[in-house]
């Protein structure tokens, strides 16, 4: 059931979270890092779960049943997360919208898995996480880390198939990592790279390299890397004349890359996760959080998503048993506030998918 639907069905909602179990109830949690360092996103799901529990409340719940909503801090610790799913086993909890960090998801989806509670991350985009998952009732609903390639590749090969691509890394785990992906996919459409090179991070000085670029005449340039690189990479192109698009990966999604370029920027292409609350199933949901003075940022909405998910699987099941959900889960297509979702027989989503953006007048914009 999507936001408007509720909306449609009871008018604007106010804001309440749900506190007194009611006398049939349904126990589910949110967990993830609400202390620490990464207390911000924790916060987001925290916010997201609430929301999605108090809607569905407010028009009869699930399946005729109120749903009673546990936070539960796992401060992006494995052992942590160990602790917290046990705990929630004791609190009947039947389904977690969880974890955020790999190291946490991967880690509770043991025990998860063992207790029979359906697991959905709205984050972990590692792709170990369902990958190697432990059990049927393991989801996520984030894009892999793979997945970036393959749009990039796919992208390069529609639009520059028949141009000199030119491929290049700075040497991380990372910039490497995501250039040899894009290559190994590009390679396997059909489409060869005209080059390929690394350079060190954290240089300043790339004359050299953009003079290889410029001999070779490549018209785009697909780089691995980070933002101080790639801006001075950009500048160095336009100073030598070099008219190649540049293309990179999700680390260019930062206002510091412009702060780097400046207009020269204008026109790099990147690959970053689709924005939620860009999304137009999302609008109605953006604003009643906002005007409330709530987050609705990715964690929020993502976490909303799965409730909504789990939510309408569970009705179209009869049942909350891991068995009956995941079977649900696996073949249905799921209305939410962030399109119509799907799963794979992995566990991974269909949305949100990561897409290619353009900078232009210092802000990313969708192509």
């Not at 690189?229 to 500048?235: C, S």
Request: proline content about 4%; aromatic content about 8%; overall charge negative.
């Amino acid at each position: 059931m999507t936001y408007q639907q509720f909306l449609a069905s009871i008018g604007l909602l106010t804001f309440v979270v749900v506190a007194t179990p009611a006398v049939a109830d349904i126990r589910i949690a949110v967990a993830g890092p609400m202390k620490g360092q990464f207390a911000a996103f924790g916060e987001e799901m925290r916010i997201g779960a609430e929301r999605a529990v108090a809607d569905l409340n407010a028009v009869g719940g699930v399946n005729g049943e109120s749903l009673v909503l546990e936070v539960a801090d796992d401060g992006c610790d494995a052992d942590q997360a160990v602790a917290v799913a046990n705990q929630l086993i004791g609190k009947g909890v039947v389904f977690v919208a969880g974890h955020l960090c790999f190291n946490s998801s991967i880690a509770a989806s043991e025990v998860y898995a063992g207790a029979g509670i359906v697991q959905m991350s709205p984050a972990t985009t590692l792709p170990k996480f369902t990958d190697e998952r432990p059990g049927e009732g393991v989801f996520r609903l984030a894009p892999r880390d793979d997945r970036q390639a393959e749009v990039a590749a796919g992208f390069l090969f529609n639009e520059f198939g028949s141009k000199r691509i030119a491929l290049l890394h700075d040497k991380t785990a990372y910039g490497k990592g995501l250039t040899d992906a894009v290559k190994a996919v590009l390679n396997e459409l059909g489409t060869s790279e005209s080059m390929a090179l690394g350079f060190d991070a954290g240089g300043d000085d790339f004359r050299t390299l953009v003079s290889q670029l410029k001999l070779q005449a490549v018209d785009v340039v697909y780089l691995g890397g980070y933002h101080p690189e790639a801006g001075l990479i950009k500048l160095e192109m336009q100073r030598q004349g070099l008219d190649a698009v540049l293309m990179a990966g999700d680390a260019l999604m930062t206002e510091d890359y412009w702060s780097v370029t400046g207009a020269a920027g204008n026109g790099t292409l990147l690959t970053y996760p689709e924005i939620p609350r860009d999304r137009p199933e999302a609008q109605d949901l953006v604003s009643a959080l906002e005007e409330a003075g709530l987050s609705a940022d990715r964690f929020t909405l993502t976490t909303y998503a799965a409730v909504q998910a789990w939510a309408e699987a569970v009705e179209e099941a009869g049942s909350t048993a891991l068995p009956d959900v995941a079977g649900a889960l696996h073949g249905g297509t799921f209305d939410t506030v962030i399109g119509d979702v799907t799963f794979n027989g992995n566990g991974d989503s269909n949305l949100p998918d990561y897409i290619v953006y353009e900078w232009q007048g210092g802000v990313p914009q969708q192509r």
